[in-house]
């Protein structure tokens, strides 16, 4: 089927649940004027990104009234967004949620935490514990949050559990310069979900945030790649956008029937094959 994504690349502040709130509201209801299916959200929308000490302060619950609002809302459109999620066990998670026709259909708990250079998420959250496709009216997909996607693994997983579609939800600082005289960041996730759609024979859309936190920059760039690795629409620069997306339904048929990878993808031998390195491996 056809249908069309709104990429929703704001700019969030740093632990205003409320305002934040706003902002979502407001692109949602932007999304819907444009005639979109789905909006996507980055990385931590409703919270900001680098919150420390403030993880607990801004914590949701699946039953919170934040959560209720997404959930009536998503029987306009169909939601994807970036929160802090507190589990039953008070423990704090870097999750992304998926709503449509007022429920929700999917929560993915990130999975890698970066812990390296200027990132320290894993001294503040939990780490998710699995990797799931589900299905939706658009068809089957899978959700990653920024730093999972950079694991081959990870989007590995979701397209051999059926996902034809992946949504990456992100708040990446722009970082070193590339050849180009571009942002370093910009150039390598630009190359990576490029090869991860063609590699896998599905789209991929990547929702980025924008704005300053503690003196960083958030790049933006959100993007919408076909099942053959081209880019088809691409949100600004360093500025705040709203990215919309005709997705042609037939492209994915088109791909894989031209280039059948995941058709000729064997799962049983990389089972056999990750097993026996598992059991070989020193702990």
Known sequence: MDFTVALAQIKPKLGCLDDNMALVEAAIEKGIAAG??????????????????????VALRLDAPQIEKLKTLSKRISIAIGFVEVSSDFRFFNSALYLEEGEIRHVHRKVYLPTYGLFDEQRYMARGERLRAFDTRFGRVGMLICEDMWHLSAPYVLAMDGAMTLLCLSSSPGRGVSGTEGLGSAAAWQKLTSTTAMFLNCRVFYCNRVGYEDGINFWGGSEAISPSGEVTDRGAILEEDLVIAKVDGGALRRERIFSPIMRDENLAITVKELKRIDREKEY
Do not use: H, R, S
């Open 36 to 57: 979109a299916d789905l909006i996507v959200f980055p990385e931590l929308a409703l919270t900001g990104y680098f919150l420390k000490d403030l993880v607990p302060e």
